[in-house]
């Protein structure tokens, strides 16, 4: 009895197993799916007291999609001076970056002991 009760259980656990990893494909596919009609894309990777890039760059007139994806720990980020504030709730905004000049991308999120140092430039020629 306790055999088919194990084995009924193992069962039970491969199948929702097996739903969450679909679901959760299905969710990324959407996701590709989106970005790809998006059109320019300017996506800041954060991981623990940095960002992916320490220069990035875009051209001024540009309407791009602005995004912040959290690889390690919980990060929020701004650039100065552009109004752009991406975090947990916002996390990509439409901008278009007007101004040529170079801006600094800085984590507004307390991360840790090296959040001071977690910095980026953008440049927009």
């Known amino acids: 009895m306790t055999k088919w009760i194990m084995f009924s259980c193992i069962i039970v656990a491969c199948l929702l197993g097996a ?22 894309q300017l996506k800041f990777i954060a991981s623990n007291f940095q960002f ?9 007139g540009e309407k791009v999609t602005v995004s912040l994806l ?29 101004k040529p000049g170079t801006y600094e991308v800085h984590c507004i999120l307390p991360c840790g002991t090296g959040h001071a140092n977690m910095k980026s430039t953008l440049i927009v020629s």
């Open 19 to 40: 739903g969450v990893l679909f679901q959760d494909i299905s969710v990324r596919q959407s996701e590709m799916a989106s970005q790809a009609h998006a059109g320019p």
């Open 70 to 98: 959290n690889k390690e720990g919980l990060h929020a980020m701004e650039i100065v001076g552009l109004n752009v504030k991406l975090d947990g709730t916002t996390k990509s905004a439409e901008v278009t970056f007007d």
């Open 52 to 60: 992916d890039q320490a220069e990035y760059k875009v051209k001024a």
